[in-house]
Nanobody
Framework: QVQLVESGGGLVQSGDSLRLSCAAS????????MGWFRQAPGKEHEFVAA????????KYADSVKGRFTMSRDIAKMSVYLQMNSLKPEDTAVYYC?????????????????WGQGTQVTVSS
């Protein structure tokens, strides 16, 4: 079992920045993919970003490319999402997730472990 705990959400204004963190515990792993998804009220889960755990290669949704940066700290078993130039449409609950396959999948169903989510609200 892998437990994922997100933190760092909050209420900010348009144009501000936030840094989300996701700490993994339980069963250790040395490969796979860590991803960030988000869900706005009344909408489906949306892929945001993913990182290959061993190699550090990343993939981003077009809607956040150039504004968001995902990174990982293997020693701390943690991933981060640096969000700059935030917009009201970025408002959502942000979830961290793990896929045992290092494929940088954009598909929610490929991820087998999920955190509880952290709320990000961007006011205009």
């Amino acid at each position: 079992q892998v437990q994922l705990v997100e933190s760092g959400g909050g209420l900010v204004q348009s144009g501000d920045s936030l840094r989300l963190s996701c700490a993994a515990s339980g069963r250790t792993f040395s490969s796979g993919t860590m991803g960030w998804f988000r869900q706005a009220p009344g909408k489906e889960h949306e892929f945001v970003a993913a990182i290959n755990w061993s190699g550090g290669r990343t993939k981003y949704a077009d809607s956040v490319k150039g504004r968001f940066t995902m990174s990982r700290d293997i020693a701390k078993m943690s991933v981060y999402l640096q969000m700059n130039s935030l917009k009201p449409e970025d408002t959502a609950v942000y979830y961290c997730a793990r896929d045992q396959i290092p494929s940088l999948s954009r598909t929610q169903a490929d991820y087998d472990y999920w955190g509880q989510g952290t709320q990000v609200t961007v006011s205009s």
